[in-house]
């Protein structure tokens, strides 16, 4: 198996075959330990001991969509439901950047009062933070819209766009979300992102309920072609108030193991260390960067609304205000020999772009 690991070093590619024989084989002794390393090597090659750092807004807990697996889902009894207003959002943001925060990323459910009209609150919110925050890249996480709000908030100054595509197979995506959901559109929506000029962020949950080794090797190839600018990896957790819960959490194991093969595939590829990996660990974000991510996400919301941005049961950090959650995250950094850059954190490739663009 470790053949195939060199293989996919050499070559960043892999059949769907030898992808599927890889995945199934990660319990192998060794197997995971080796890929880490080859990943770290490599991340350490283009992004030194370095660690992004993007402070994340969680704005609103509003949504319209039903995915079986969120606590945030429209169906949800048990959450108390929020928005923030502009004014808190860039007040919020105010704080990050005083913080040393040079990425802000606004993360929230799907909803119409930050949709309407082309997004035009949004495209107010990324335009007032481009303003004030010259150096301060803005990330959007807002769902599946259409090309005009789309193209109206990167022309606002928005940057980047995640919008995780949970898994590359038809067949499990409806296995996931209801029928008011399509796996065409998640996957339109992201091509849109990245032709309007996006750095765009796909990704997927490993272990989601009914996923298979196939489902991941689909996944990987589908990273391969697509060439998503990031790529959000984290284990399923389950929610108490989802159709889904009762599914056992996905593998932090295996999710670190994909972490690394991403990496060997894509070396340049800006990957989070993710907070669903921290659920009752405590060192899986440690343990994803040692095994080749290279971003941190700290939550950046404000106090009183934490406890209701729940995707999933036993979300670490909830009670921490966003000071101490950067200090506990840089102490976690630290700790394994990295640090945390201040800075914008730009894919490798889009810092040449806009190089030359000057
Ligand atoms: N477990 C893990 N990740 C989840 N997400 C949503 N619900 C869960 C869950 N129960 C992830 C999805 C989504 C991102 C914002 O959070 O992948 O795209």
Redesign the pocket.
């Known amino acids: 198996m470790k053949a195939l690991i060199d293989k996919l070093e050499d070559t960043h590619s892999l059949t769907r075959k030898e992808w599927v024989e890889l995945i199934s084989a990660y319990e192998t002794p060794g197997l995971i330990e080796y890929a880490a390393e080859r990943a770290r090597k490599l991340t350490d090659a283009v992004f030194g001991k370095q660690i992004y750092f993007r402070g994340i807004i969680e704005y609103t807990n509003f949504c319209r969509n039903d995915c079986y697996?969120?606590?945030l889902r429209l169906s949800g009894k048990d959450t108390t439901r929020y928005r923030l207003t502009p004014q808190q959002i860039l007040a919020c943001a105010e704080d990050g950047y005083n913080m040393g925060y040079r990425t802000i990323v606004l993360q929230g459910g799907e909803t119409a009062y930050y949709e309407a009209k082309g997004a035009e609150r949004m495209v107010g919110i990324v335009r007032a933070i481009r303003e004030r925050y010259p150096d301060v890249a803005v990330t959007l996480?807002m769902g599946e819209m259409n090309r005009e709000a789309y193209q109206a908030l990167f022309d606002a100054g928005a940057d980047r766009y995640l919008l995780?595509h949970?898994t590359a197979t038809k067949e499990h995506y409806e296995k996931l979300h209801p029928p008011t959901m399509s796996f065409e559109n998640r996957m339109a929506c992201l091509r849109t992102l990245k032709e309007i000029g996006y750095q765009a962020g796909a990704?997927l949950?490993v272990g989601s309920p009914y996923q298979t080794a196939e489902h991941l090797a689909a996944d990987m190839m589908f990273i391969a072609d697509f060439k998503p600018h990031m790529v959000g990896i984290?284990?399923?957790?389950?929610?108490h108030d989802t159709p889904l819960a009762s599914f056992p959490p996905g593998s932090n194991e295996l999710t670190f193991f994909i972490v690394s093969l991403c990496r060997i595939m894509n070396p340049k590829l800006l990957i989070p260390a993710t907070t669903?990996l921290d659920c009752g660990h405590g060192d899986g974000r440690q343990r994803a960067i040692l095994a080749g991510a290279n971003v941190i996400m700290p939550n950046l919301s404000p106090e009183g609304i934490k406890q209701n941005y729940l995707?999933?049961d036993n979300k670490p950090g909830i009670t921490q205000s966003a000071a101490e959650n950067l200090a506990k995250l840089r102490g976690l950094v630290e700790e394994i020999g990295y640090t945390m850059v201040v800075g914008r954190g730009d894919h490798p490739d889009t810092v040449k772009e806009q190089a030359r663009a000057a």
Not at 234 to 239: A, D
Request: hydrophobic share 25%.
């Open positions: 697996y969120c606590g996480s995780r949970e990704g949950m984290g284990p399923f957790q389950p929610h669903a995707l999933y």
